[in-house]
Every structure is written in C-alpha cells, then in structure tokens.
C-alpha cells in the first residue's frame, strides 16, 4: 500500500510561480510512475503532468506544457511540480498520483492510479 501526501498549494497571483511536493511512502519508490491531476470546480478531474520511474521521461498536458516542469528525486520519495506563469485557469485542488508497482510510465488516465492524496489547493488570482 503507498500513502501519497501533497504540500505547497496556495495563493498567487497571476504570473507566479509554486512549487508543490508529494512525498510517496510504502513501497518501492522506484518502480512506479508518478503524476499530478487537478480538479478545478464543477470539472472533472484532468491529467496535469506525468514523470516515470526515473524521471526520464515526462509527459504534460497541452494546457501546462512550456509552464509547469514535473521531476523526482528518489532518493526522498519525493514528487513535485514546478508552476510557472500561472492563469487564473489554473486554480483547482492538486492531486498527486501513484501507480502501482511495476507499472513504470505514467498514464494520462485516472483510473490507472490507484493511489492518490488528500488535494493540495492552487489558487491563482487575476
């Protein structure tokens, strides 16, 4: 079973930049893709960004790609997702994504994920 937690949502205001963190505990770091989804109000929940196991490859929505950059680093266990130029349109709750081990690249899909944490909120003002 892996816990996945997320950090440093906020308050910004259009043109910032954030960070947020997701620290993945149980399991095996290294043999699973991880990936960011959002969930702005009244939507559904979309694909942001996805990094494999080693970070070697990446993948990004149309929306975020040239502005936000996904990597890990496995030696912490440790996602994140550098936001730069931020639109209002990016306000919604962040959610970090976990695969299950094995399964080595990410998915833009979120039914392949079978972990994931309590939401971090993003919210960008005009």
């Known amino acids: 079973q892996v816990q996945v937690v997320e950090s440093g949502g906020g308050l910004v205001q259009a043109g910032d930049s954030l960070r947020l963190s997701c620290v993945a505990s149980?399991?095996?770091?290294?043999?699973?893709?991880m990936s960011w989804f959002r969930q702005a109000p009244g939507k559904e929940r979309e694909f942001v960004a996805a990094?494999?196991?080693?970070?070697?490859?990446?993948d990004y929505a149309d929306v975020v790609k040239g502005r936000f950059t996904i990597s890990r680093d496995n030696a912490k266990n440790t996602v994140y997702l550098q936001m730069n130029s931020l639109k209002p349109e990016d306000t919604a709750v962040y959610y970090c994504a976990a695969r299950s081990s094995g399964n080595y690249y990410g998915s833009t899909r979120v039914w392949d994920y079978p972990y994931w944490g309590q939401g971090t909120q993003v919210t960008v003002s005009s």
């Open positions: 149980g399991g095996t770091f290294a043999t699973y893709a």
């Open positions: 990094v494999s196991w080693s970070g070697g490859t990446t």
